[in-house]
Structure formats: structure tokens, C-alpha cells
């Protein structure tokens, strides 16, 4: 009884420990988090405003641009996948590995060549260990991201995209979480490029406010050159904020759930240790008595 009250103990011991660190991540998840959301409100006036300003370019011109046209052949796809740098966060990279493994099947049924553009570690890590090649990656600062990061997969992006039959793709999609709230984070799939605008469009219900007439100087095309690796920067770096506010609450959950289980182990194993004390005290009891009636007789 000594030896398994001894073991009960050394795990009541071991789920404390783990409860400490479990809440301690809890607790700096549930700081982060507040920083993330500030961070993609903060830089929703500024995208809306470039996608404005596209969205003005491409509806009322005509002009045909590389960023903005289909082309007639789709042979080659990318994707780019945004995971986390970390793990404990339960299945915030699992699910959008899944999502990208789910588009890619999708592609490739359409006789697409998929090519990746890997961001986190966990990307990387999945890939490198299904030893699949991968055009670029980056790694590092996934859950607080930076626009210089963002500017360089644009760049990539963009570059190949723009480059002739040697290489190129002919469409981009990111896979990345959208924050919804504290305990829902969506995977989203959406297609870069060729751009997709979404506004600037006749609007749904009659309103009575008057829009402009649009004017571009030097040209439109000129215009669309300027504002378009703009907006994909700006599109990409809201990728990334989205997915770090995520991966914040996809954590805090986690280790919620981790301490919350913490607390169950410590109650059971309690009970557990509890019972075999009860036992071991019985049974010193038995033996005290036992010997007392055994002196009792020996003397009678």
C-alpha cells in the first residue's frame, strides 16, 4: 500500500506542475490576444481603403492587367499556407494543413500542377517530413507578424505569377484561420490571384449617396501597376493578422482544456491516494489488533 500511495502522490505532484505551466500559457495567450485584435482592427481602414482604390481601377477601366485577367490556360497552382511557428494550440495547424491538402486534391483534379508557399513552422515541418518540395518558406514571428514579412511573400507571389511559361503559376490561393471569436476559428481558402474584386460593384440596396467619376492620371494602367502590389501586400499581411489572433485563441482553449483536465487528474488521483491511505491505515489497525489478541491468548 506504501508503494502505490507513493505513486498516487508522485502523479498528484506531476498534474500540478503541468496545471501550473498549462495556465501560465492560458494566461499569456489570453494577454496576446487583445494586441492581435487591436492590430486587425487597426489595419482594416487602411485595407479597405486600397481595396477601394483597386476596386475603383478595375471596375471603371478597361484596361487589361496581368493581376486582373484570367488567363485563357490555367496550368499551375499555388497555394499558400499559413500555420503557426508553435504548437499547443490544439488543432489551429492540423486543420488548415487538412484545408490545403483538401484544395490541392481539388487542383489536381482539374489537371492543375500545384506548387506551396510554406509559412510557420509547422508547415515546414509537415512538409519536410513527407519529404514534398516547396517553393519559399518563412518561419518565425508567426504569432506577432510583421509587414516586412508580408511585403516579401507578396514579392514572391507576385514574381511568380508574373513570370512567363518557365515556372509561373497562374493562380494563388492562401489558406490561413480567420479569428471569428474567442472559441470559433475558421479555415478560409481564397483566391489572390488573378484578383478577385469584391467591391466597387453596384451596391445590393438603392442608396442616396453620389459617386464620383474617376479620372486617372498619368492612366489607368499606370495606376494599377502603383496600387496592385499594394493590395496584395495588404491582403497577405491581413492573412497573417488573422491567423496570429487565431492561433492566440486557438491556444488559450487549449490550455484551458489542458488545465481543466490538470484539475481532473488532481481530483482523481486525490481520491485515489486518499483510498489507499484508508487502506493502509485498516490494515495497520488489523495488524495492531490482531497482534494484541495473539499476546492476549499466548498469556492466557
Known sequence: MGAQLRVYRSKIKSAQTTKKITRAME?????RIQKAQQRVAASAPYSKAITRAVSAVATYSNVEHPLTSEREKLDTAAIVIFTSDRGLAGAFSSSILKEAESLAELLRS???KV????VGRKAVAYFGFRRRAA??????GTDQPEFG?????ADAVVEAYNLDDDGGVDEIHLVYNRFVSMVTQVPEVTRLLPLEIVEGAAPEAPTNDVYPLYEFEPDAATVLDALLPIYVESRIFNAMLQSAAAEHAARQKAMKSASDNADNLIRDYTR????????????????IVGGADALASAKN
Request: negative net charge.
Open 27 to 31: 494566461l499569456i495567450s489570453a494577454s
Open 110 to 112: 482539374e489537371g492543375k
Open 115 to 118: 506548387e506551396y508557399f510554406l
Open 135 to 140: 517553393v519559399k518558406s518563412w518561419t518565425g
Open 149 to 153: 514579412t508580408a511585403k516579401e511573400i
Open 272 to 287: 485515489l491516494a486518499n483510498n489507499a491511505r484508508q487502506s493502509e491505515i485498516t490494515q495497520q489497525i488489523s495488524e
